[in-house]
């Protein structure tokens, strides 16, 4: 993707009425927004962030200017954009991911960052501790260890015939490592295999994906992550032409086609940033602000994809999901 579609990206997902039509009263505020992920896959995300803000009396284009940055599943940009934004002098810096948040971290210390889609932020160095984060970052937590682990036990639950499972992470993303140990404990208390499958970005996809056959794995589980968010539709299809059951991180995934996912809202997730960056603009110190971590998690499952796939969900599984699509 060249500079000059990534702009025009951009400028179409958060276009906003122009400033003779937008007629600012009083203080016009500045957020930046930051994703490793894609302008198109990301939409939906910002625009929940933006429902948000306008819940709270902030309007893009009127009150509030929102500039926005996707480093489209490319590390090596990252840097690079989260300084372009960061140039612009956004009275708060909203970036999604471990990877967004410990670059924006490492480029600033005064502008005040939420974090997003994180894992364990303590973990990965981005603030001192949940309760009192201390520092200029404050924000979400979008998943716990348990919740890793899980993933794996309702898979395993679901396909109980499988017990060799793959698993696939972004190794450039030190978020994932503490969901590798997760899961990978989890296998151990299962009594199941597990074939890690780390990539580094979207050109590493196909070769992870058919190592899932080679290795022999009868099922694959999908860390959390900008870069396999971005490849879900990849994802989909390899699992649908190789009759793989997969379990994903959002509903978002299921509803495209995934077998199952299980995870927290994710729609809600940065709806709720709207909140952060509300009283952050009203004076709130970041480190003063305690990052908040989901307390529901759900289960969502595609039986028109589990028919795709042969396979007959048990009761038992069905019987814990949040949502069945037919």
């Given at each position: 993707m060249d500079r000059r579609t990534f702009l025009a990206g951009s400028v179409g997902l958060l276009a906003a009425p122009l400033a003779s039509e937008a007629q600012p009263a009083g203080k016009v505020y500045r957020i930046g927004f930051f994703t490793p992920a894609s302008s198109e896959v990301f939409a939906p995300l910002v625009n929940a962030m933006r429902q948000g803000l306008r819940e709270l009396g902030y309007v893009d284009g009127q009150n509030v200017i929102i500039d926005f940055r996707a480093a489209a599943g490319r590390a090596d940009r990252i840097p690079e954009l989260v300084t372009e934004l960061i140039n612009l002098k956004p009275d708060v810096l909203v970036t999604a991911t471990t990877p967004g948040g410990l670059a924006a971290k490492k480029a600033t210390r005064t502008i005040p960052i939420v974090i997003t889609g994180v894992g364990d932020p303590v973990s990965v160095g981005l603030v001192s501790n949940l309760a009192r984060p201390e520092g200029n970052v404050t924000g979400l937590s979008l998943s716990n260890l348990a919740h890793i682990g899980k993933q794996l036990q309702l898979?395993?639950?679901?396909?109980?015939?499988?017990?060799?499972?793959?698993?696939?992470?972004?190794s450039m993303n030190p978020g994932n490592v503490a969901a590798l140990t997760a899961t990978q404990e989890a296998a151990q208390a299962l009594g199941v295999d597990l074939q890690p499958l780390a990539i580094r970005g979207p050109d590493d996809l196909q070769s992870a994906l058919a190592a899932v056959v080679m290795g022999g794995a009868g099922a694959l589980l999908v860390a959390p992550d900008p870069v396999t968010y971005l490849l879900q539709s990849s994802i989909i299809r390899f699992a649908a032409i190789?009759?793989?059951?997969?379990?994903y991180n959002f509903r978002e995934e299921v509803e495209g086609g995934g077998l199952m996912a299980y995870g927290a809202d994710f729609l809600e997730h940065y709806r709720r940033a709207a909140t952060y960056v509300d009283k952050i603009l009203k004076g709130t110190k970041p480190g003063d602000l305690p990052v908040e971590q989901p307390t529901k998690f759900q289960l969502v499952i595609n039986l028109k994809t589990a028919k795709a796939l042969g396979l007959t969900i048990p009761q038992s599984v069905l019987a814990r999901a949040d949502e069945v699509i037919q």
């Open positions: 898979l395993r639950d679901a396909v109980p015939h499988v017990h060799r499972f793959a698993f696939l992470w972004n190789n009759r793989v059951p997969v379990m």
